[in-house]
């Protein structure tokens, strides 16, 4: 059925005029609320689109400083931080993670390599005691756990995603080495210098300009059943502990608190402006954030699988790269394989392409219930593409 389109505020480039039209049908097709899209090509800015509202009353419309959390397109900024590190000499890829952090030794762990964090082939996918939300917000206790916890499978042999624990793990070997808690190393190293409006986790002096999230419709209960009890253990301990919902999201306890794989608060500009520093070769507009064999590293595959956390409704057969995801035969990233980009839970994501020198970021507020791949996220990929 389809909607009203909302005024669209903000500039497309004649050229990306497709992009304008995508993001348009969203909001009359496929049920948008609030949204805003970033494209970058060839180191300019050619589409920076906002509208609808940032509340689900419908009584704030989305301005272009509209922040919002963009769930797992966060695990880009974290896995940028330890790719900093790795450019400076300070972090091996290929070193034990207890090399860093010590006690990650416990539970036959002590030769597990830091880039099977990064890859998701830790085999840490989630906590196997009972995990609170409260809990989830004490760094301290969170990473201890992980530290002592036995891995799921034999790590480095499959693939499984790390939904919530992905940020601490990587997180903590940045803390161990830089004194910082990621966000801040962000904050310090990527975003402050580069006036990039984005922050894991959300100053309190900024709640203002935060989107309501509004969660996708619940499945029957029939529904939800089937779908838990094909789910293994490692599945339920990665998605469902602790189950994180968009109104959990809503609250300053969420806001505040340090969560590096999911926590993200940001513009879609912003977005773009993160993930376009794999596209350039480096480069966060005039300044070297990486070097260019760095930002390439960050696309090098670790091989394609079977996920055994998403199973095979998730892009078919994945392969992450070093804290991203291959765009692959199914085109998650657009038509070209070696294109990278990370989604978020209900739609938002980040895309990087250095050979076509294009990256996109897009937000939005109401959440699809696709973990990848949402339609609103396709249509916009495919309409850049048809421009390029």
Known sequence: ???????????????????????????????ELGAAVTVQAGGETVVDLWGGWADAAGTRPWQRDTLVNVWSTTK???????????????????????????????????????????SHRAGLAGLREPHTLAELYDWELTTGRLAATEPWWEPGTRSGYHAMTYGFLVGEVVRRITGLLPGEFLRQEVTGPGGVDFT????????????????PPAAADSEQATVFSQLQPAALAALVNPVVTAADANTPEWRAA?????????????????YGIVASGGLLGERRVLSAGAAERVREGQG????????????????????????????????????????????????????AGVSLGYVMNRMGPHISDDPRKMALVEAVYRAL
């Open 200 to 215: 894991i986790g959300l100053p309190e002096k900024e709640a203002g300009r935060a989107a309501e999230l509004v969660h």
């Open 304 to 355: 394609a699988c079977h996920d055994l956390v998403l199973g095979a409704g998730f892009r078919y057969e994945t392969e992450a790269a070093l804290g991203l995801w291959l765009s692959g035969p199914n085109g998650s990233y657009g038509p070209n394989p070696r294109a990278v980009g990370h989604d978020g839970f209900g739609g938002s994501f980040g895309l990087a392409d250095p050979e």
């Open 1 to 31: 059925m389809s909607r009203p389109v909302p005024q669209i505020e903000g500039h497309c480039d004649v050229r990306f005029s497709t992009v304008r039209t995508a993001f348009e049908e969203n909001f009359r097709e496929r049920g």
């Open 258 to 274: 340090e969560i590096p794989a999911a926590g993200g608060h940001g513009t879609a500009r912003a977005v773009a402006a993160l």
């Open 76 to 118: 880009g900024p974290t896995a940028l931080c330890a790719h900093i590190l790795a450019d400076r000499g300070l972090l091996d890829l290929d070193a034990p993670v207890a090399s860093y952090w010590p006690e990650f030794a416990a539970a036959g762990k002590d030769t597990l390599p830091v880039r099977h964090l990064l």
